[in-house]
């Protein structure tokens, strides 16, 4: 027979069981915490790349518009404008196949669309070129975001 007041070591297995549980309940509120904090986290970061793909189709936009000397010609669908430059001569930028492309060559590496669909159309009124350019979520289909600019040149031909 043992005796109650020697030293006993070890844990019984109701305490055992007792300290799983706990480490189960408080694992599964960890979880229900950072779960979504982790979504947020992933569609802000995608909302970041999109602002600053749109910033860069932009920043390329405007190079090549201060750079005008003379008219240019917006084609009829909007998607594509014609300017004589300095130092290039004639640059034709258009907005085809989901990308900007600039005399037929894509400007940025279609990769670096992180499978983003882009929209836009160019117009003009009185020397002054709109650029609308939309990017979609091309993966889901989903959120949709849209930048419009107004850049101010030489008089453009309508179409």
Same mark, same amino acid.
């Given at each position: 027979?043992?005796?109650?007041?020697?030293?006993?070591?070890?844990?019984?297995?109701?305490?055992?069981?007792?300290?799983?549980?706990?480490?189960?309940?408080?694992?599964? *509120?960890?979880?229900?915490?950072? $779960?979504?904090?982790?979504?947020?986290?992933?569609?802000?970061?995608?909302? &970041? @790349?999109?602002?600053?793909? %749109? =910033?860069?189709?932009?920043? %390329?936009?405007?190079?090549?518009?201060?750079?005008?000397? =003379?008219?240019?010609?917006? *084609?009829? @669908?909007?998607?594509?404008?014609?300017?004589?430059?300095?130092?290039? =001569?004639?640059?034709?930028? *258009?907005?085809?196949? @989901?990308?900007?492309?600039?005399?037929? &060559?894509?400007?940025?590496?279609?990769?670096?669309?992180?499978?983003?669909?882009?929209?836009?159309? +160019?117009?003009?009124?009185?020397?002054?070129? *709109? %650029? &609308?350019?939309?990017?979609?979520? =091309?993966?889901? $289909?989903?959120?949709?975001?849209?930048? +419009?600019?107004? +850049?101010? %040149?030489?008089?453009?031909? &309508?179409?």
């Amino acid at each position: 027979m043992q005796n109650p007041g020697k030293n006993q070591k070890g844990m019984t297995l109701v305490e055992l069981i007792t300290g799983m549980a706990i480490l189960t309940l408080l694992a599964a *509120s960890l979880v229900l915490v950072v $779960g979504p904090m982790l979504g947020n986290y992933s569609r802000a970061k995608e909302d &970041a @790349d999109a602002a600053i793909l %749109v =910033g860069g189709l932009c920043d %390329v936009i405007t190079n090549e518009l201060s750079y005008a000397q =003379g008219p240019g010609t917006i *084609s009829p @669908d909007g998607r594509a404008i014609t300017i004589r430059t300095y130092g290039e =001569g004639v640059v034709t930028l *258009s907005l085809k196949n @989901d990308v900007l492309e600039k005399n037929n &060559a894509p400007v940025f590496d279609p990769g670096y669309y992180k499978g983003n669909t882009l929209g836009g159309h +160019f117009s003009s009124a009185g020397g002054v070129i *709109s %650029v &609308a350019l939309s990017l979609a979520d =091309g993966r889901t $289909g989903g959120k949709e975001l849209q930048i +419009f600019r107004d +850049f101010t %040149v030489l008089p453009i031909e &309508a179409p």
